[in-house]
């Protein structure tokens, strides 16, 4: 019997020291549960934060884009009117280069004056005359109408203005007709 009683201990022995839960380990198990919550949490606070950060940026990006389309649209917004007035200038100008033997002095100065009116009150709103004499012909600017050889000027250089053009904050709203120089 005494066998026994000594194989009861050692069985008792291990069944201490075996991996079984016992009372003193669920703490431990509900330790690290609250660790993977508060891990959970903690992403979900910093998934969170950064999209806080990119929807901050958007709505930054989104006042930058409005500003600068409020912007363009005072600095452009009179295009429209400019290009209706564009014909009223040539027109002036071609009554002034087209002035007959008969006309006075006064019809010339009248014209002279008017056509200097008209022009200072485009310059109040950005408009700038493109008359290139003697130039590089450029495509952004100007608008080949005809080729000529002239000696006396070099390869793609601008030769005769036919009607002048216009830009509006270095926008072209009309280009310059040309002649072009190829020799």
């Given amino acids: 019997m005494s066998k026994n009683t000594k194989e009861d201990k050692s069985l008792e022995e291990e069944l201490e020291n075996s991996t079984a839960p016992e009372d003193d380990d669920l703490p431990e198990l509900e330790e690290q549960e609250e660790l993977s919550e508060e891990n959970a949490a903690l992403l979900r606070v910093t998934e969170l934060e950064s999209a806080l950060l990119r929807s901050a940026a958007d709505l930054d990006n989104a006042i930058k884009r409005?500003?600068?389309?409020?912007?363009?649209?005072?600095?452009?917004?009179?295009?429209?009117?400019?290009?209706?007035?564009?014909?009223?200038?040539?027109?002036?100008?071609?009554?002034?280069?087209?002035?007959?033997?008969?006309?006075?002095?006064?019809?010339?100065?009248?014209?002279?004056?008017?056509?200097?009116?008209?022009?200072?009150?485009?310059?109040?709103?950005?408009?700038?005359?493109?008359?290139?004499?003697n130039e590089d012909f450029n495509p952004e600017k100007h608008e080949a109408v005809t080729m000529t050889k002239d000696d006396a000027k070099k390869d793609n250089e601008v030769g005769e203005v036919f009607q002048r053009g216009w830009e509006l904050h270095k926008r072209v709203i009309r280009p310059a007709r040309v002649t072009v120089i190829k020799n």
């Fill in 66 to 133: 409005s500003i600068l389309e409020v912007d363009k649209a005072h600095k452009y917004g009179v295009e429209k009117l400019l290009n209706e007035l564009l014909p009223i200038m040539d027109n002036l100008e071609q009554a002034l280069a087209n002035l007959s033997e008969n006309s006075s002095s006064e019809d010339k100065e009248g014209i002279e004056l008017t056509l200097k009116s008209f022009e200072s009150a485009l310059d109040k709103f950005g408009m700038r005359p493109i008359y290139p004499v």
